[in-house]
């Protein structure tokens, strides 16, 4: 069966670093999410990702995060300057429709900022 | 604003038992969906059960059922004869029909014990 896969699982940054997370959704999705689960938190929308342009963002992507689907085939995701607090598990998902159809949620990249 | 809450943050039943596990969410929105995921440890977030706002029927997915009251505003989600492999963190998420972002509870631990 079919399934979003993420690289790095794990990384570890120096604050003030940039990051790019890496995501290959299913391949006859359209829709791409990321999402973040601090430790102990509950697990928060990042932002939607349609036709090659956002759809949706939360307040916590601000301006140092940003994303892209540079090859048809990878969804990434960037943090610019990375802070202590953006020490997290970070979730891609796709679904084919919008998001009243079920998400397929990749394994997590755990990313310590230190 | 849309909230999901999940009272019971650790759970145990003895295999082979039933559970339920709680979730109640507040919104405005007339038609919504509801969902429940399964993390087991260390991998990734895989559907468990979704509900349509719109159905009366309660879905149901082998082992798992839910208990949609739409007036209350709760969806817990029943396991019967529970097994070791339901073991996991559960999450119960909503969606509104024009929205384009999943609203996680904070996560009920299940164990199950042999």
Redesign the interface.
């Known amino acids: 069966e079919p399934?979003?896969t993420q690289t790095p699982s794990h990384q570890v940054t120096q604050m003030g670093q940039e990051v790019i997370l890496r995501c290959v959704p299913i391949s006859n999705h359209l829709y791409f999410?990321w999402?973040r689960q601090i430790l102990g938190?509950?697990?928060?929308?990042l932002v939607?990702f349609y036709n090659n342009e956002i759809?949706?963002k939360?307040e916590i992507f601000d301006d140092q995060f940003s994303v892209e689907r540079p090859d048809g085939s990878n969804f990434t995701l960037k943090i610019r300057s990375t802070k202590l607090e953006d020490s997290a598990m970070y979730?891609c998902a796709s679904s084919v429709r919008?998001?009243?159809e079920?998400?397929?949620?990749?394994?997590?990249t755990r990313l310590l900022v230190l | 604003a849309q909230t999901v809450t999940q009272s019971q943050p650790e759970m145990s039943v003895q295999e082979a038992e039933t559970v339920t596990l709680s979730c109640t969410y507040d919104t405005s929105e007339s038609n919504y969906y509801l969902f429940w995921y399964k993390q087991p440890p260390s991998r990734q977030m895989i559907l468990v059960i979704r509900q349509e706002a719109y159905k009366q029927q309660n879905a149901t997915e082998n082992r798992f059922s839910v208990n949609f009251q739409k007036a209350a505003k709760s969806f817990s989600l029943k396991i019967s004869d529970s097994q070791l492999g339901d073991t996991a963190m559960y999450f119960c998420a909503f969606t509104s029909n024009t929205g384009n972002q999943f609203y996680f509870g904070t996560g009920t631990s299940l164990t199950v014990i042999p």
């Open positions: 399934e979003v999410y999402y938190q509950k697990v928060e929308f939607s759809s949706e939360s979730f919008g998001v009243k079920t998400q397929y949620f990749g394994p997590g």
